[in-house]
């Protein structure tokens, strides 16, 4: 009898503990990039990987009612971007900022590369390079010019530059555009 009850109460413990309160979605999206030059062919592999968490609450909980309705709560969202470059390296970027920005009315595009961003035309002239520092900005080397650049709240790319002759920083905005 002993033996009943126990089992009994494991199996209700178990089922009780198996019970959803996540609602969690996966996606996963890879992007194949083949670029063919004059030493080959090479690819580099873009996985980017989104997590939504939101976890499951009801409305009124405490009712005796059967079907209950589910309260909207806020979703957490994560993703991560894995780079494989031609040569087998592998990187992580937390957020990706590939897209199309314009400044001064110039359209450029800002596009992963090995070692961080390049910046170039919409017909594939290089203009410069970003690369990532400790501090959450980055460094951008351009033709005649070194500047510090980071991201505003509105996912605009905003760059710093010092001028020796008027001893002032300049700034331009490039911001971000729909493609």
């Known amino acids: 009898m002993k033996t009943i009850f126990l089992m009994a109460g494991v199996l209700l413990f178990t089922i009780n503990t198996q ?7 996966d996606v996963t999206k890879t992007t194949v990039t083949t670029v ?3 030493d080959g062919q090479k690819q580099v592999v873009k996985q980017q990987e989104v997590q ?3 976890n499951i ?4 909980a405490e009712s005796k009612a059967l079907n209950k ?4 709560t806020p979703v957490q969202v994560t993703s991560k971007t894995t780079v494989t470059n031609p040569d087998g390296t592998t990187r992580t970027v937390d957020i ?5 920005y314009t400044s ?6 800002l596009a992963l590369d090995p070692s961080g961003y390049v910046i170039s035309t919409p017909e594939n002239k290089k203009i410069g390079i970003l690369r990532a520092t400790s501090t959450n900005s980055y460094i951008y080397r351009g033709k005649n ?17 010092y001028d020796d002759k008027s001893d002032k920083v300049t700034i331009q905005t490039y911001t971000r555009s729909q493609q």
């Not at 990706?96 to 199309?100: A, F, I, L, N, P």
Request: hydrophobic share 20%.
């Open 57 to 60: 609450e009801l409305q009124n």
């Open 96 to 100: 990706d900022r590939s897209s199309y």
């Open 36 to 38: 063919k030059d004059s």
């Open 69 to 72: 309705d589910m309260k909207e």
């Open 19 to 25: 019970a959803q309160n996540k609602n969690v979605t």
């Open 145 to 161: 010019s070194t500047s510090i650049g980071y991201f505003d709240t509105n996912g605009n790319l905003v760059l710093e530059t």
């Open 52 to 54: 939504e968490v939101q």
């Open 104 to 109: 001064d009315g110039k359209s450029y595009q």
